[in-house]
């Protein structure tokens, strides 16, 4: 099944992002900018708290690569657009942020969902056919590098650190399933290779190692 072509979209938001592993000091690494060679420009965004909700059930939506979250209020769906070479610590996504699209997206992989849960105490989650398989805070330190990639430098309510690098493009696609399909995945790939360029280009702020995404470290410590 080919996750991406359930909605036929005539417009996408694809949002591109490789993670690394940060710490407690990893901002300042950025404020000082004093690596060879230092970034053209540097702006650091702000601080936010916010907390996500994961819902599935029994992992259907995980197996066709879709993950769907409301943070604060507002729901997410995150579709892969590569099977192949998005990872979890490489990803590449369509972004839906319209509840509608959201939940119709939910019905055709997950029989039996009536609607989006909105209550905040959790109680009409199980009325609505989903379940929650995560729950966390996460204290986010936003910044822009040289005008076009976001970093953000994250810490959860359970300790775990972790920074991504980001792109993130409205593009338009043909109504087409397939061809859409194509599309996204092409403008995806060259993204990741925009994003690859820049870390490898400044390797010195960006920890060569294996990162571990907060959903992993999440479902470690259960």
Not at 18 to 33: A, D, L, Q, V, W
Not at 161 to 171: A, F, M, S, T
Request: charged content about 30%; hydrophobic content about 35%.
């Amino acid at each position: 099944m080919r996750p991406t072509a359930v909605l036929g979209l005539r417009r996408a938001v694809i949002e591109v992002e490789r993670k690394f592993s940060c710490g407690p000091k990893s901002g300042e690494i950025f404020h000082s900018n004093r690596g060879s060679p230092s970034f053209d420009r540097v702006e650091n965004i702000g601080q936010s708290v916010f907390e996500d909700q994961y819902f599935d059930y029994r992992q259907q939506l995980f197996k066709n690569g879709v993950w769907i979250r409301r943070r604060e209020g507002i729901w997410q769906a995150k579709v892969r657009t590569d099977r192949t070479n998005s990872t979890f610590t490489n990803s590449r996504f369509e972004e839906l942020s319209e509840p509608g699209e959201v939940l119709r997206l939910v019905q055709r992989l997950v029989s039996g969902v009536k609607f989006l849960p909105t209550e905040r105490d959790g109680s009409d989650i199980r009325q609505s056919g989903l379940e929650v398989m995560a729950r966390y805070t996460t204290y986010r330190d936003t910044w822009r590098l040289n005008r076009e990639f976001e970093v953000v430098l994250d810490r959860t309510d359970f300790g775990h650190w972790v920074g991504e690098v980001e792109l993130q493009r409205d593009i338009e696609v043909d109504e087409d399933e397939m061809k859409a399909f194509n599309q996204r995945q092409a403008v995806s790939a060259a993204m990741d290779g925009d994003i690859q360029a820049f870390m490898e280009r400044y390797q010195w702020a960006f920890p060569v190692d294996k990162p571990v995404g907060k959903l992993t470290a999440y479902f470690a410590k259960r």
